[in-house]
């Protein structure tokens, strides 16, 4: 059962001695991990607390707070051009595991759909994502987080994609496709690097033309940076993808990734693999009828465009 708002107030007043709540809120859009809520202190300051729902969020919960102490050294120092979550307290979970609480972070999440070309915000969130890639990779080490090498990553997709074949639910189309992408030794040529590994709109605050913060790293490791990448080539508006992906290039010191793109839109397109996999195991009927159809869309659309492409050759 959730946890209540009030419930969640009274975590955040054990976890921050001297904190006054005055109101409680539940956010937009909670996410189904963490039972979260925006206290309101006396002194209208604003607290996120965060409670972790089962074990395995509560594993990533303490994963994520030792690398946000290494995180925000780098912000502090100017690597990266926003602010990441600061814990300022916990308070012990009756069930095991604890929760966390730290200040908000002032933005909004970025509505994609307002992204266009040119310097501003487009550009903002190429360079958040590029100053990610371009920490140490000792930063998700030191916090005990997953590292691969690129044949270690490749190894990875390729076994969900056999994973995901033995459902017998995924276009025999699509899987040949996949294949031969990932049996294409050059495409995964690259430098692994920090990642966030579970960026989307929600996870990315803006004010103004700039990205003010970036939430929730439980997910982050050093693997392909394109996995950072996929969710905007894939959903931003086709004339603001140019913007972000040169503004990202500007900021890496890296010589030039030529399949970064290429591995991006397969990583978005392995997502629904990632969604189909984890109704499955779950026995989440209404998340598989959900991966199936959105297969099956991806699917017509892969036929749609490599029709011009056959009636050329």
Do not use: C
């Amino acid at each position: 059962m959730a946890r209540s708002p009030l419930a969640l107030a009274a975590l955040a007043t054990v976890a921050v001695p001297g904190l006054d709540a005055y109101d409680v809120r539940r956010p937009d859009h909670p996410g189904t991990d963490f039972d979260i809520a925006v206290v309101i202190d006396a002194n209208r300051d604003r607290w996120v607390v965060r409670a972790p729902v089962h074990a395995t969020a509560g594993a990533a919960l303490e994963a994520e707070v030792a690398l946000l102490e290494g995180l925000s050294s780098h912000v502090d120092a100017g690597d990266l051009p926003f602010a990441v979550p600061r814990p300022a307290g916990f308070a012990h979970l009756p069930e095991g595991g604890r929760a966390a609480v730290h200040p908000e972070i002032p933005g909004r999440p970025l509505l994609i759909d307002l992204l266009g070309p040119g310097p501003g915000l487009a550009a903002a969130v190429g360079r958040a994502i590029a100053a990610i890639h371009e920490l140490p990779t000792s930063v998700v080490e030191d916090a005990g987080l997953p590292v691969y090498d690129a044949e270690a990553y490749r190894a990875r997709r390729q076994a969900e994609v056999d994973e995901a074949a033995r459902t017998g639910k995924v276009p025999v189309a699509l899987l040949r496709r996949w294949e031969e992408k990932l049996e294409d030794v050059a495409m995964w040529r690259f430098r692994p690097t920090v990642v966030h590994g579970d960026l989307t709109n929600e996870r990315l605050l803006v004010a103004g033309q700039a990205v003010s913060g970036i939430l929730h790293w439980g997910d982050a490791s050093v693997a392909d940076p394109a996995d950072d990448l996929s969710w905007l080539l894939v959903a931003a508006p086709a004339d603001a993808t140019d913007a972000i992906l040169e503004a990202y290039q500007l900021r890496r010191t890296e010589l030039t990734d030529p399949h970064l793109v290429d591995r991006a839109m397969l990583a978005g397109e392995l997502a629904l693999v990632r969604w189909l996999l984890y109704g499955v195991r779950s026995g989440n009927a209404e998340v598989v009828d959900d991966a199936v159809e959105m297969l099956a869309d991806l699917e017509e659309h892969t036929l749609l465009a490599e029709q011009p492409a056959a009636a050329m050759a």
